[in-house]
């Protein structure tokens, strides 16, 4: 119920809304000290109406940082491959969920992602624990599982529209808060997160 509202919201937004909240988003961003000394960030590429990604990918490339995108499996956990620019690109349908961009080239295995400096999470929503909203598939549940496993602290941070930033949002004990959540107005940190 919860998820359905913050979709029926973000399927209001216009196409230039999307674009003109994607720039906001990725000058916040690369404000962040996280991402200013990031190595390498484990990142995806937006779809539909989500907070845009591309803009901040493209930024994060040009500054040298080597960028991990997701591509989904079969059992909704996730490998990654390297972005190499948008036409490194493929746009791909897993059954009947929506197309997602995933990279095209070598497959990197899903433990790649435990060298992440920053991981960028995507979400409906964040509360003020830092505690993510996602979409319920568990893909990003199995992420931070393995990085935990793995002894690896990236920084996690989500990428929202501001109305998304919200009192509380239902917690299980397998999720993880987040430390900051970045929106087109500001950056949101979680202290001890």
Known sequence: MLRREFLSVRNRLTAGDV???????????????ELAHARTVAAYVSVGSEPGTLVLLDALRARGVDVLLPALLPDNDLDWGAYDG???????RHGGKMALFEPSGERLGPDAVTAAD??????????????????????YDR????LERADARPALLVLLYDSEVVAHVPAEAHDRPVRAAVTPSGVHRFPGN
Request: proline share 4%; hydrophobic share 50%; charged share 25%.
């Open 86 to 92: 948008e036409g490194s690109l493929a746009r791909v």
């Open 118 to 139: 920053v991981v960028l999470l995507p979400g409906l929503a964040v509360d003020g624990h830092g505690m993510r909203l996602g979409r319920g598939g568990g893909s």
């Open 19 to 33: 674009r003109e909240a994607a720039t906001a988003l990725a000058d916040r961003a690369l404000e962040l000290p």
């Open 143 to 146: 992420v931070l599982a393995r």
